[in-house]
């Protein structure tokens, strides 16, 4: 700082040895004045003698060393109290969120203000660590259990099977499903409470369905009863509308990919809910959507097994299936590939439907059940082109009740076979 004039240093309690350069030499010996202890070989200053240099280099470089080792670990300490308190307060909203939704819904699980580890010590408490006896359905990707919480509340947990190392399971299903459910919203489609991403399991937290699947109710002849035809029909539209909701109402659409009566599932009003969406795919525009042959032996569309091309079509013919299963009351197996024959064509509607209940004596029951048969065989055309939307069947379902109904004993499958849906 050669530009300085004049340096006044007195009264400030300092110590050391002062440089002897020229803004030093031409201060003023008042300007020492009232210091500790300066030294050196300027005027009115007392001359340093080797020891005291030594000491104040000495502690000089003390004090260096302690300011680079608490800088050092301020460094490391700050970034780490930083978590901490974050990681408390998180742990304190979560615990308020958990408390208000106890409090207001009895219900701790959500997407919102879900807390995975309490969720997992609750369920692997109630579910005594997933015993086989809470287990109410199995399938390729998981284990379904049922789940009644400390709160009262019973869910149902689709618990992924693990691959071939214990530590590993299947990641791409578990995040697919919750990545979808977490953004689609339809009365028809299974609700995702929550989830669990767990060093020793991974589960989706879904709403309890009472009812279990549509093949477990068709399989059972006292409950196939209970589901009677307007309930069958409901069934059938309910799926109807979530579909088209997944095909013209998402951006992207979503292909389901495995539409089949297991993964129809009922509640203990026999109301439908569309469930499994691990292979649910987008349908991205512009791209050419290939896909692996996935899915559900005797619901896959035929084009698939030749083309591998993924369009909603595929999703139309699953529907097909299964809006005929449900009328017939069992897998329609190779009766689908007879229909277009001239002995499939005089085959009676009336033969197709299950035996398990009486004919549909009102008019009006007769004329809903005929209109799915039909609707469910312009489904099944091996041309993906030539079977409506799902837009066009959910819409046709609302009306029902063609015209042309007016003897249902007689009416054939050649007779209603090129009705189109309009």
Not at 221 to 239: F, G, M, T
Request: with cysteine.
């Amino acid at each position: 700082m050669g530009s300085i004039l004049s340096l006044d240093l007195s009264y400030n309690e300092l110590e050391g040895v002062v440089p002897s350069n020229r803004v030093f030499r031409n201060a003023s010996p008042q300007a020492f004045r009232n210091n500790k202890g300066l030294c050196g070989e300027l005027r009115g200053l007392p001359p340093c003698n080797q020891s005291h240099t030594s000491k104040g280099s000495k502690n000089n470089g003390h004090k260096v060393i302690v300011s680079i080792i608490a800088s050092l670990v301020g460094i490391v300490f700050l970034p780490f109290a930083i978590i901490c308190i974050l990681f408390l307060l998180q742990k304190k909203v979560n615990k308020e969120n958990i408390e208000a939704t106890r409090r207001n819904h009895g219900n701790i699980f959500s997407i919102w203000n879900f807390d995975g580890n309490i969720a997992y010590e609750d369920i692997i408490q109630v579910t005594e660590d997933f015993d086989a006896k809470y287990c109410i359905g199995a399938g390729s990707y998981g284990s379904v259990y049922k789940a009644v919480l400390p709160t009262g509340h019973v869910v149902a947990l689709k618990k992924f099977h693990p691959l071939k190392d214990e530590a590993i399971v299947n990641e791409d299903s578990f995040g697919n499903e919750m990545h979808l459910l977490t953004k689609i919203r339809h009365r028809n489609i299974v609700k995702l409470y929550g989830f669990c991403s767990h060093p020793q399991c991974i589960f989706l937290v879904f709403e309890y369905m009472g009812k279990g699947s549509l093949t477990h109710i068709l399989s059972n002849q006292l409950e196939a009863v209970e589901l009677d035809w307007p309930k069958r029909v409901n069934v059938i539209k309910s799926v109807a509308s979530a579909l088209s909701y997944l095909h013209h109402d998402c951006i992207p659409p979503i292909i389901h990919r495995d539409i089949s009566s297991k993964n129809i599932l009922l509640d203990l009003e026999l109301e439908a809910r569309v469930s499994d969406f691990g292979i649910a795919r987008l349908l991205e525009p512009g791209s050419s959507n290939w896909t692996s042959l996935k899915g559900t032996h005797g619901y896959i569309a035929p084009e698939l097994a030749y083309t591998m091309a993924l369009t909603e079509k595929c999703d139309v013919y699953s529907f097909g299936v299964v809006a005929l299963e449900t009328i017939m009351g069992r897998h329609p197996g190779e009766l689908i590939s007879s229909l277009t024959s001239p002995v499939g064509q005089k085959m009676l509607i009336r033969d197709l439907l299950d035996p398990c209940l009486t004919f549909p004596s009102d008019q009006k029951v007769a004329k809903d059940v005929v209109s799915v048969v039909r609707i469910a065989l312009t489904c099944l055309r091996n041309h993906p082109q030539s079977r409506p939307t799902m837009h066009q069947i959910s819409k046709e379902l609302l009306v029902l009740q063609p015209s042309f109904v007016e003897h249902f004993h007689t009416i054939t499958v050649g007779d209603v076979n090129d009705i189109e849906v309009q």
